[in-house]
């Protein structure tokens, strides 16, 4: 089953990662729900996307029994923590990127054809990406929850390995994952979901969804 998303164009000359937040506040969330290894979350995860003629942006919206949150620089193995990731291929290339960002927004990114194909973005590549994150803790049905949610703005120019002037009109295959390998209880969810994998695996680009960057 491949789903399609159909990603808004915002007009906007802003690249302030907070307005953007409260912009997308106002477009169709998305849920990461499909589970394919049956790993036990009782939170809930979804996300908003839209782009601007400057990037693309991304907000991620997190319930979860328990957070972590320990690795601070680029490229470092954030899906340990609790973690949310983007795989985008480009004009339907084999080759894909992958942005991977713990709860506070410490970034891996790559690009390549599988899991184990990777080129590391520079890190001064990955500064570029913009990024607010808010955390609130409270009950849900008797248990204490934390709540957070992570707003990315990512330049075009960090697609290094394509020269994006703008997504406008342009068509993508994409996953969305929520995973934390090191929690409590780990836990491996997506957006399109995923079969025929005996265990969790988010470099599977042939289950990846569809798409379309809308004109306006």
Same mark, same amino acid.
């Given at each position: 089953m491949q789903q399609q998303i159909n990603i808004p164009y915002? *007009?906007?000359n802003t690249n302030n990662v907070n307005a953007l937040s #409260? $912009?997308?506040d106002h477009s169709t +969330?998305? /849920?990461i729900g499909n589970n394919p290894w049956n790993y036990e979350f009782s939170g809930e995860a979804d996300f908003n996307i839209a782009y601007t003629d400057a990037g693309i942006v991304l907000k991620f919206n997190v319930t979860e029994e328990s957070i972590? *949150?320990?690795?601070? +620089? $680029? =490229?470092?193995p954030v899906y340990k923590d609790s973690c949310v990731e983007f795989f985008i291929a480009l004009n339907n290339d084999s080759q894909y990127y =992958?942005? #991977?960002f713990n709860c506070t927004g410490t970034c891996l990114a790559g690009y390549? @054809? /599988? *899991?184990?194909?990777r080129k590391l973005l520079p890190a001064d590549q990955i500064k570029k990406i913009q990024v607010t @994150? @808010?955390?609130k803790s409270g009950k849900q049905n008797t248990k204490e929850m934390v709540s957070w949610e992570l707003t990315l703005f990512i330049p075009n120019g960090v697609f290094i390995h394509h020269k994006? #002037? @703008?997504f406008k009109g342009q068509e993508a295959r994409v996953n969305f994952y929520k995973c934390g390998d090191d929690l409590p209880k780990p836990h491996y969810l997506c957006w399109n979901p995923i079969k025929d994998a005996a265990e969790p695996n988010f470099h599977m680009p042939n289950y990846f969804g569809k798409a379309v960057f809308l004109k306006n």
């Open positions: 915002y *007009a906007t #409260e $912009a997308l +969330k998305h /849920s972590l *949150a320990r690795f601070t +620089k $680029a =490229n470092d =992958n942005f #991977e390549g @054809s /599988s *899991a184990q194909d @994150s @808010s955390f994006i #002037e @703008s």
